[in-house]
């Protein structure tokens, strides 16, 4: 356990790694902490964030993925949150010059209709939902090279720094489509299966982790299940996802 000082000392740390855009070593090389002081440091980041007027706007779920289990090297599920500074409409342009070294992922996205009861443990996460998209993540870690443990990552709120949702259609079952992501020059290809066999079960592992993190979900709030292949460079220019069946979505990276 950490105090509460040095919860806010590397929340801070964090927090100036990225509105700065210099990356940091890892936390664990100078601070010994558990997965509950790096949720805590998750929530004194976001507050700094809410102190500077941003909105949070959903949540995001991270390693629902082998492929990024692999690529990280990490192996259990994470939850960080979304907020308005971090959104970015469908098709428009995003400044690479924001981030330190951004990737970034195809996902599918859900929207809440309403809030979700987290005490009542009959509570249906499904039915809370009644729209899913396409989505792009942009991923970037606030640690050098994007190398950290599993309590680095959840202290930076999951490297969350940017996110893209596609048209919304009525909630359906989105649990084996085919996922095309092209950045620049490369491509990854996967199924959205690759997301726990069916993105489905990521609202069920993100209520999970709600419920042991006290993290509140609210009606009209934006959730990425994660990614379907692992993350490639945010390279300039057009960067899509398209997921077969549910559409696509595009960002246009530029330096301003
Ligand atoms: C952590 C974020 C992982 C996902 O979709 O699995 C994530 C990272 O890889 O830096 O967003
Ligand atoms: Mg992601």
């Known amino acids: 356990m950490i105090t ?3 919860t806010h000392v590397l929340a801070q740390r964090l927090d100036e790694a990225q509105t700065t855009r210099t990356d940091i070593p890892s936390l664990a090389d100078t601070h010994e902490f558990d997965i509950d002081d790096a949720y805590a440091i998750q929530a004194a980041l976001l507050a700094r ?3 500077r007027g941003e909105r949070v706007m959903g949540v995001k779920l991270g390693f629902t993925s082998k492929a990024k289990m692999a690529q990280m090297g990490v192996s259990d599920v994470i939850v960080g949150r979304l907020t308005d500074a971090m959104a970015v409409t469908d098709g428009a342009e995003v400044d690479l010059s924001r981030f330190i070294h951004p990737k970034v992922e195809p996902e599918v996205a859900y929207r809440l209709a309403r809030d979700v009861d987290l005490a009542d443990p009959a509570t249906d996460i499904e039915a809370c939902v009644d729209a899913v998209a396409p989505a792009l993540e942009i991923i970037d870690s606030r640690y050098r090279d994007f190398r950290f443990t599993y309590e680095d990552v959840v202290a930076d709120n999951t490297s969350a720094a940017g996110y893209a ?3 919304w259609r009525p909630m359906t079952g989105v649990g084996d489509l085919d ?5 620049g020059a490369e491509e990854a290809v996967g199924s959205t299966s690759a997301i726990l066999d069916d993105p489905r079960n990521a609202l069920h592992a993100l209520l999970d982790m709600c419920r042991r993190r006290g993290i509140p979900l609210r009606a009209g709030q934006v959730v990425l299940a994660g990614a379907a292949t692992a993350a490639l460079p945010l ?7 398209h997921v077969a069946g549910l559409g696509s979505v595009s960002v246009r990276g530029v330096r301003a």
């Open 235 to 241: 390279a300039p220019g057009v960067t899509t996802a």
């Open 49 to 51: 964030r809410e102190a």
């Open 165 to 167: 949702v596609g048209p």
């Open 4 to 6: 509460p000082e040095t």
């Open 179 to 183: 996922v095309r992501l092209v950045s």
